[in-house]
């Protein structure tokens, strides 16, 4: 992929991309990241299958619980998300949503696959090694 100075005018106004044809994309068991770069601005979406749980599908190629900060938004579906002190909380369509950098599991919740667009996270989903 060229970075925008190879592929846009330094004039240019609008750019536009599509995540159907990321930068990047990791796959993992029951679930799909994808990384859209536009100048020093990363988008991410993460698309996860219902019965998806970072514990038990993303965390073992990694190697640890999810500790990433996190700021998004629920695109589509619904997920749970559990903290160390107990904290459980659902995030449902349309929400935004912030979570320190501490470590949580996460689940789809329903029967819908669940879709949420992030900023930052270089490491989520990153596997290691």
Known sequence: MKSI????PQDA????????ESDEVRMMERGRYE???IGCQVFRRG?????GRWSQH???????RCGVEHLG??????ATAAFDDGMIT??????????PPVPHDSWV???????????GADRYAKVTG
Do not use: M, N, W
């Not at 993303?58 to 640890?64: D, E, L, R």
């Open 90 to 99: 659902e995030l449902r369509q349309g929400q935004i949503l912030y979570f």
């Open 47 to 51: 698309t996860y299958e219902p019965g």
């Open 73 to 78: 938004l629920v695109l589509a579906g619904r």
């Open 58 to 64: 993303v965390a073992p190629s990694v190697g640890a």
């Open 5 to 8: 100075s190879q592929s846009a």
């Open 109 to 119: 919740a329903g029967d819908e696959p669940c879709e949420l667009h992030f900023l």
């Open 13 to 20: 106004r609008v750019i536009l991309r599509a995540f159907e």
């Open 35 to 37: 990384v859209v770069k």
